[in-house]
């Protein structure tokens, strides 16, 4: 393959469009949608988006500010002064922050905020090294650099220093910038630094498995933007890396010298489990689909294909969440989901989307996107208040009033030490548009309901899409098809797990109770039969303008039963309707959660409700509560209503209980609370 060096694409000789049709590669079967050419309209998603522009972003950029972010890298480019925040790695929630506002960008122009992030990019700029090195902890005073970096460059890479951590959020951050704004000035800061890392790393150089991982994810996207070969190899190379490392102590039970901590125990292509840190572990993930994609590397995709097989079959919460353990941030064993210390770390659930749909362009499978949508509603803006600026980094599935768990956030913080988890936020929220629709050829797939347009090409010809509807409080979904000229080609609409009376693509959790509603699917107004393939409805047809498709998802309220091996959930429930969890809030229920009952035969009634916690469906019940009467040192039951918010919403009202998992018997009530050891966390 001739080598298409990146200087030809940034100096305008060569488009990113001319570039890619001139190279010859493997890449993913199916394409996903520019989110620059997916225009949203959505009740439930766009009232966030803008909540993460008009709020979120300016706040991120604000405490960057604040806490001396921004300054470490002034004090870089005068090569004077002292590190002035707490981890090397806080250079990334800048990066963070500008790839946030350039896909916000695209969805509501800002020129004052255009100015400030050209005047940022400008102190990244002068914070750069001659040789493309990046890295304020170290450049600010080389001979006293961060502890957690050491005494040269690159040599704690494995363990602390996140050297190039800082580099791989760069380059997202810099190729998101190129691609909503069309400026090259972040991206030739990331192509200088990854043209260092590639002279420095690789075969017959230095080598290391990044201690944690997305330079490789990173690497990916500017190989994508350049076609500049190294950036791939060099990508592959980190990933080739893993399992030679021989300085871990396999015996520990100390996380931090276990090689799995960091996917280090073994090489990647005999890696069969989800394990180690789990925000680490998803970025690599998503990693070894993307080499795989573009190498056609069958070990690697075998491996992926194995670990994510693990993840949603033992080790995925009901909400989408992932890394039970609070020590190590991590995986835990087989089935080990505590719901009263789990930690579900907000970025997990950030890399998870960026993991699951990388799958489902690999594959083509709807249960990618199944579980995508799981996290994007429940376990992943959880991680955000209604207010767009309080933040959890865990995100507990159970609050006590009896138990003060060290490692359990009852409420949202509006910063961290450690922020990589409002940042995460503040990037993935404005992105969304992009995992809406997906394209193979004449294969147009609908994989997220979101009101809104795209604008796309099937073949030569222009289609516009249109979608309307009120998901995900209601089930009818209407589709316009407006081609500019008549058009043959698939539209595949997905048919969510949950409609079909599956509750998770594996026998992780089911639905206590067959659904009683199937899913029906019009064209035009006439009923239509059709194929199905791999969980998508597929609509063949010669496409005129104005062609409605209808389809009507059920949306019956669920029970949730785990498998019997999560010992946690022996004997609850928990509650579903449509994608969306909910969760049982002491602000609701007489100022408890934990004590009310849910048997098999409870009845739900749903209720929107416009003007609590921005508008939710609510769902009401008459169960049994159990009530304590410690003067009489008695037990007894009562009936009372409980009523039910989506999980996504709770913490929202201030601090009280909260449980998602309900008894279904009062012998399954759990009313002491055990104190676990304390354990230390973060990044």
Known sequence: MKCIFPSLALAGLLTTPALAQSIKRSDYPIQAVSFTKVKLADNFWLPRLKTNTDVTIPASFQRCEATNRVKNFEMAAARQGKFATIFPFDDTDIYKTIEGASYSLKLYPDEKLDEYMDALIQKVAAAQEPDGYLYTARTIDPAHPHEWAGPERWVKERELSHELYNSGHLYEAAVAHYEATGKKNLLSIALKNADLVCSVFGPGKRGVAPGHEIVEMGLVKLYRVTGKPEYLSTAKFFLEERGKYKG?????????????????????????????????????????????????????????????????????????????????????????????????????????????????????????????????????????????????????????????????????????????????????????????????????????????????????????????????????????????????????VRLPGWAQGEAIPSDLYRFATPATEKISITVNGKPVQYTTRQGYAVLPRKWRRGDVVEVKLPMDVRQVVANPKVQDNLGRVALQRGPVVYCAEWKDNNGKASNLIVPAATSFTTRYQPAELNGIMQLQATVPAVQVDAANNSISTTRQTLTAIPYYAWANRGKGEMVVWFPQQITDVDLVSRQPKEVTVGK
Not at 311 to 331: D, I
Request: charged share 20%; aromatic share 12%; net charge neutral.
């Open 248 to 492: 871990y102590d396999p015996k520990s039970p100390d996380a931090w010298k276990n090689g799995s901590y960091w996917q280090d125990h073994k090489p990647v292509v005999e890696q069969r489990e989800a394990e180690g840190h789990a925000v680490r572990a998803e970025y690599l993930y998503s990693a070894m689909a993307d080499v795989a994609a573009l190498t056609g590397d069958q070990k690697l995709l075998a491996a992926v294909d194995s670990i994510w097989q693990n993840m949603v079959s033992k080790k995925l919460y009901v909400t989408g969440g992932t890394g039970a353990v609070p020590g190590g941030e991590r995986f835990g064993g087989n089935y080990e989901l505590p719901n009263t210390t789990a930690y579900n770390e907000t970025c997990a659930s950030v890399a998870n989307v960026y993991w699951n749909q990388r799958m489902f362009q690999l594959h083509g499978d709807s249960k990618y996107v199944d579980v995508m949508e799981k996290v994007l509603y429940n376990g992943l803006i959880s991680g955000v208040g209604l207010d767009g600026k309080s933040f959890f980094y865990s995100n507990a599935m159970q609050i006590k009033n009896s138990t003060s768990f060290p490692q359990t956030e009852p409420q949202r913080a509006g910063w961290f030490d450690c922020s990589c988890c409002p940042t995460n936020m503040a990037r993935l929220m404005p992105s969304l548009p992009g995992y809406v629709y997906a394209q193979k050829g004449n294969d147009v797939y609908a994989n997220l309901f979101i009101s809104g347009t795209t604008d796309l090409k099937v073949g030569t010809k222009a289609v516009r899409i249109t979608q309307q509807n009120n998901y995900p409080w209601q089930g009818d979904l209407k589709f316009t098809v407006s081609p500019a000229a008549t058009t043959d080609f698939n539209l595949l």
